[in-house]
């Protein structure tokens, strides 16, 4: 099983960041896939998801407008497209696969697999 999240970094607030999972197409081809974060003293949160077909996503109402999930199947990788970054995004994000319970995927419990993170920093 192999979900590899990067792209994250320091970035001011207002900025842009483009986060990629790459996952394997035997495992999450055709399973709902979505992004997590984690800020520190915080509990991990459901940031933005989307079914493998690619046709339905969801958004945290904190992101919405703001951030745009989107897959690849062909090239097997997951974005999150980060805009008007605020210092309150400042996470570790994390991509999970293959969503086990209803969509759409707001808690962590609810995604079997998940990747190592990448630490978005959002300076002020």
């Known amino acids: 099983v192999q979900l590899q999240a990067s792209g994250g970094g320091l970035v001011q607030a207002g900025g842009s960041l483009r986060l990629s999972c790459a996952y394997s197409?035997?495992?999450?081809?055709?399973?709902?896939m979505a992004w997590f974060r984690q800020a520190p003293g915080k509990e991990r949160e459901s940031v933005a998801a989307?079914?493998?077909?690619?046709?339905?996503?969801y958004y945290a109402d904190s992101v919405k407008g703001r951030f745009t999930i989107s897959r690849d199947n062909a090239e097997t990788m997951m974005y999150l497209q980060m805009g008007s970054l605020k210092p309150e995004d400042t996470a570790v994000y994390y991509c999970?696969?293959?969503?086990?319970?209803?969509?759409?995927?707001?808690?962590?419990?609810?995604?079997?697999?998940w990747g190592k993170g990448t630490q978005v920093t959002v300076s002020s």
């Open positions: 999970a696969g293959d969503l086990q319970g209803p969509w759409p995927p707001t808690q962590p419990a609810g995604m079997e697999y």
């Open positions: 197409w035997r495992t999450f081809g055709r399973k709902h």
């Open positions: 989307i079914k493998w077909t690619g046709d339905s996503t």
